[in-house]
């Protein structure tokens, strides 16, 4: 398990064995295990307890979070400073495997024999037993399984991070957990808020006069340091925690400081608290910068944002084999969220899990004419995402797509193609008459994913050509475009969508991240097509 430091209370240290142990209950199991997220769960309930943990049995259950499994493993850890069953399992798999399981391929198996034949602990060890070739000496680990881990290892940085939508997950559990603890506001700033790809810090303001005794003491972190005003934990989950106290006159001063980067608060007057983050702006002479499109340089004043969209052109349901939102539940959510048109873009069949085939598209279509009959404002276009077959062609009969009202393509297999093949098999799709939106462009999944190899000169050049727009995919996982290459996009006459890809109702949030990637690029409102009102939209569509 992870050392603790010699000031750590006994709940801290608890919490720290508590998220090691779910690790490697993850690592032994080739399936989600319920177990490994509810010791993880746990961890978020351990300060309702006594920082020792001298707590009864009886009085533990009563904590939500914590059942009878939990009370053993902590009296068991009070009782002896361990967990025999992190010991058992360390016995069989690394001691970072959570780490090492998100590499392609990685199966239980795999980690067990990289530990026995390879001496593999750490993610420094993988590293080492890849250039050395021990790595290839574990069962079922051949050339292609280590070439498609440095591939996806060289898309970490160096030093402790995660990806945008793990540290979106843990900065919204931290600050749901620690406005109830402190019975205080708190926000979410730094990284997270300005939708970076990777974080490095998980950074709260908590609003108004708290001590920070609590922060300090918590299940969640071990104090690394303590200035006045503001503690930084080293946490279980990868990466630290650092929260800010400020009273409610200097709260915009804090919020504007620890949202960053430095780049862009040497543009601001920090000099005098203030407090709204507008304060702070116009003391400078300036009018508010959207979180993301803070930078050493200030964006246009018509830059795009959420509040811009008309619509959302990627948009999933029940109907495709992951989405989890009826037709009429969608919509009506859209209604609700102030879109004046959107488009139904479910997978289609050639998927790898499957999808809608021809016959399946027009039974949609009537559906689609139904749920518009109970909308007269909304304007519900029927499109599809289609996908892009390994030769360019799209897995949809072209008489097919004739009757869809928008066709969204992408990749979504095939994925390690040379760059000229990749570039001939998008650039192709891309001159269908029908195709008007290519999805999550360069394929990526932050961490998990390279891009494909693709010449993407050559790909906006051909988008610009047949008008058809690049998308600002929202997931956290991909935010692709990036905001670099949404730029050289619109620098080249490429018309672009923010898009959520929403599979559930909760992402439909997700066109803020869409958004955002664009205002990192400092984009205006017209280069983004679904800003548009409906008839110009249309106009475009129809073009």
């Known amino acids: 398990m992870t050392e603790p430091s010699g000031n750590a209370n006994t709940r801290q240290e608890f919490a720290r064995a508590l998220w090691d142990l779910a690790d ?21 309930s351990l300060d309702d307890l006594d920082p020792g943990l001298e707590t009864t049995a009886e009085e533990a259950m009563q904590v939500p979070g914590i059942g009878a499994g939990i009370v053993r493993l902590i009296q068991e850890f009070r009782d002896t400073g361990s967990l025999s069953d992190y010991e058992r399992l360390h016995s069989r798999y690394p001691a970072e495997s959570g780490r090492i399981r998100k590499l392609p391929r990685v199966t239980p198996a795999i980690l067990r024999e990289l530990k026995e034949v390879a001496g593999v602990e750490t993610w420094s060890d993988l590293e080492i037993a890849i250039d050395s070739g ?31 939508h793990e540290s979106w ?9 620690f406005e109830r603890i402190l019975r205080a506001p708190v926000t979410v700033t730094g990284e997270v808020r300005r ?35 503001s503690v930084r934990l080293d946490t279980p989950f990868g990466i630290p925690m650092e929260a800010r106290m400020a009273p409610e006159n200097e709260l915009g001063t804090a919020l ?82 102030g879109y004046s048109y959107a488009a139904v873009t479910d997978h289609t069949a050639g998927l790898r899990f499957g999808g809608l085939d021809g016959e399946a598209l027009m039974a949609q279509k009537r559906e689609i004419e139904r749920v518009q009959e109970v909308y007269p404002e909304f304007h519900l276009l029927h499109g599809a995402e289609i996908n892009i077959e390994p030769d360019g062609t ?47 462009p360069t394929g990526r999944r932050i961490g998990l994913r390279p891009p494909l190899r693709l010449d993407m000169a050559a790909v906006m050049d051909i988008a610009a050509t047949h008008s058809v727009a690049l998308e600002a995919n929202g997931h956290r996982d991909r935010l692709d475009l990036n905001a670099d290459l949404a730029k050289q996009a619109f620098d080249r006459g490429v018309v672009l969508a923010a898009n959520s890809d929403a599979h559930r109702p909760a992402e439909l949030a997700n066109m803020r991240n869409a958004v955002a990637s664009l205002q990192a690029g400092h984009l205006p409102v017209d280069a983004v097509v679904n800003a548009r009102e409906y008839e110009e939209f249309l106009t475009w569509l129809r073009g």
Request: proline share 6%; hydrophobic share 40%.
């Open 195 to 229: 939708v970076t790809e990777w974080a490095h810090t998980i950074t709260l303001v908590v609003a108004g006069e708290v001590s920070a005794d609590l922060l300090q003491s918590s299940a969640i972190g071990i104090p690394e340091s303590v200035d006045e005003g």
């Open 134 to 164: 021990d790595a290839l000496l574990a069962k079922g680990v051949g050339p292609a399984t280590l070439e498609r881990w440095v591939a996806v290892s060289s898309l970490w940085p160096n030093g402790p991070a995660l990806p945008a």
């Open 169 to 177: 997950v843990l900065a919204r559990t931290a600050r749901s957990h």
């Open 394 to 440: 799209l897995d949809i009969e072209d008489e097919v797509l004739d009757e869809l009202d928008i066709v969204v393509a992408g990749v979504h297999s095939s994925f390690d193609l040379s760059e000229e093949e990749q570039t001939r098999r998008v650039t192709s799709a891309l001159a269908h008459p029908r195709v008007r939106v290519l999805s999550h």
């Open 24 to 44: 490697l209950t993850r690592a032994d199991s080739s399936r989600r295990s319920f177990r490994a997220t509810a010791y993880r769960n746990a961890i978020w």
């Open 256 to 337: 504007v400081s620890t949202t960053g980067p430095e780049a862009h608060l040497r543009l601001l007057d920090l000099s005098t608290a203030a407090p709204t983050e507008q304060t702070v702006y116009e003391a400078s002479g300036l009018n508010w910068v959207a979180p993301p499109a803070r930078a050493g340089r200030l964006p246009p004043d018509d830059l795009i944002g959420v509040d811009h969209m008309r619509g959302d052109l990627h948009l999933h349901t029940d109907s495709s084999p992951d989405g989890r939102i009826t037709l009429d539940e969608l919509v009506a959510a859209l209604v609700d969220m």
